[in-house]
Structure formats: structure tokens, C-alpha cells
């Protein structure tokens, strides 16, 4: 059922058609940056490519369909007191992949093998991560097999939580690949549950890094609002934003500034 409601929220997101004058001040302060679009709003053909962001899992949507849900919990890492910076350091928010058999399933922790020198994932022959879930109750400790992979092909690995953002950027990899082709294949929207904050929003700053490194130019954020028939601030031709210009701002601040992004706004094709 939620997968059906995310589906009218994309749906949304890719047919919206008006621009709201409440933002009008907003376009003005070097947030935006406006992109000519090659399609029309009602194209049935188009990808519509998003990524929803829920409090247990994110979710890739496209042309209707779903890909399976991506589920994580949100670790603290300790913040060792002995420390010379321990009163400057923040705690380490990680965003953590599980595997979940069922929906009312706690999970398990998955473990990776990481790259000592870059931290990236390793992967196989095949392209897939290295990968395993985790023992015990919930996964906390790495599994056996997978130390003795490690050890017995990759010395100098590191073996740490696998993020949920290396297997979404991995499977929008994937999709941009196969729908290249579609006059929309360079935008993607990532909707936000309604209530996010400025922490949850820097927290997903990886997110967007990883959508940008894998070579989406156009990122948009949408809410998630709840109730479709509130969504009220439209910017842009044929995407959705439902923001106030302050919260459009923070957003700003935490996830595109840092990147040296802007917020895209499309405009209708001279053509």
C-alpha cells in the first residue's frame, strides 16, 4: 500500500505544472538554476526517476514500477571520551543496510569489505558488493565467512557495515544505463518524508553525494506530504517541491551548498 501511495507522489512530482508565487523572492538569491527541459509534462513515455525516503527503508521508483525497498537502520559510533578532541567531536551518524526477510522483520546488519585506501565497497567479478549479512541477533557482528574472504584475498580490507547510499547509488547506476535513452534519464527527484530536519537533512548529504557522483546534473527534492491534496508549493515546469522558502533555504544549505549544486529549475524548451 505505501508503495502504491510513493507511486502518486512520483506521479505528482513528475506532472506538476505551476509555479508558486511564494517562491518568487526565493529565485532570486542564487539558490536556482534554470535548465531548458526537451519534453513535455504528460509524455507517458518518460522515466520519471525518484528515490523515496521513508524512517526504515529508501525506495527507487520509475515508469510506474518499484524496485525492492533498501532497508537501514541509523547507527551512533561512540565518541571515545579519552580523546584529545572529544569535547569538539560530533558523534558519527551511519546509515546502516539490513536485510529483512519480512516487513515486521527486525533485520540483520549486512557487512562489506571496503577498500583500505578509498573506503570504497570491493566488489566481484560480477560488479556485486562483497557482502554478507551479520551474526547474531541482529547482525552486530561481522560474519566468519566474510573475514575469511578478507584474509584470504584481500589482506588490507577493511570490514565495515555496508551503507544503504552505496546500493541505491549501485541500482541508479544500473537504471540510468538502461534508460539512457530517455529524454528525462538525467533527472531524478528525491522525496523527503514530510517533518525532516536539519540534522536528518545533513545526515543525507552521502545521499546526494552519491547521486551526483554516479551523474544525475538535475536533483530535485520533493516532500512526502501525506495528503496529495496539500501539496501547494509548485516550482518549476513539471516537478515538485513543497517547501517554504525558509525550509527551501536550509534545504539549500545542507545538501546542494556543500556540493557546489543548485536547485534546478526547469523552464519550457525555446524550442
Known amino acids: 500500500m505505501k508503495k502504491i501511495f510513493l507511486f502518486a507522489i512520483i506521479s ?10 511564494e517562491l518568487s523572492n526565493a529565485s532570486s538569491d542564487g539558490m536556482f538554476e534554470d535548465f531548458p527541459v526537451p519534453f513535455e509534462a504528460d509524455d507517458p513515455s518518460l522515466l520519471n526517476l525518484a528515490v523515496a525516503v521513508t524512517d526504515s527503508y529508501f ?12 532497508y537501514y537502520t541509523v547507527l551512533t559510533e561512540l565518541t571515545n571520551p579519552s580523546s584529545d578532541d572529544y569535547q569538539k567531536r560530533k558523534p558519527e551518524v551511519l546509515y546502516v543496510a539490513i536485510q529483512k526477510e519480512a516487513e515486521d522483520d527486525p533485520g540483520k546488519k549486512i557487512w562489506a569489505l571496503h577498500s583500505d585506501s578509498s573506503k ?3 566488489t566481484d ?3 556485486a558488493f562483497i ?15 566474510l573475514e575469511t574472504i578478507r584474509n584470504r584475498d584481500f589482506p588490507h580490507a577493511e570490514i565495515k557495515p555496508l551503507s544503504p547510499f552505496n546500493l541505491i547509488a549501485k541500482d541508479l547506476a544500473m537504471a540510468r544505463r538502461r534508460f539512457n535513452d530517455f529524454p528525462d534519464s538525467d533527472w531524478i527527484v528525491l522525496i523527503l518524508e514530510d517533518g525532516n530536519n536539519k540534522r536528518i537533512l545533513r545526515e543525507l548529504l552521502p545521499l546526494m553525494r552519491a547521486i551526483n557522483i554516479i551523474g544525475f546534473k538535475h536533483i530535485q527534492v520533493g516532500r512526502n506530504l501525506g495528503n496529495l491534496d496539500t501539496a501547494r ?6 516537478r515538485l517541491y513543497d517547501f517554504e522558502p525558509k525550509q527551501l533555504q536550509q534545504i539549500y544549505d545542507e545538501l546542494y551548498r556543500p556540493l557546489n549544486l543548485k536547485m534546478p529549475r526547469q523552464v519550457p524548451s525555446k524550442d
Open 12 to 21: 505528482v512530482l513528475a506532472g506538476a505544472c505551476s509555479t508558486p508565487k
Open 59 to 70: 525506495v527507487i521508483g520509475a515508469r510506474g514500477g518499484f524496485l525492492p525497498n533498501t
Open 120 to 122: 570504497a565497497c570491493i
Open 125 to 127: 567479478s560480477t560488479g
Open 131 to 145: 557482502a554478507m549479512t551479520g551474526d547474531g541477533f541482529s547482525g552486530e557482528r561481522p560474519p566468519n565467512s
Open 233 to 238: 508549493s509548485v516550482i518549476g515546469t513539471f
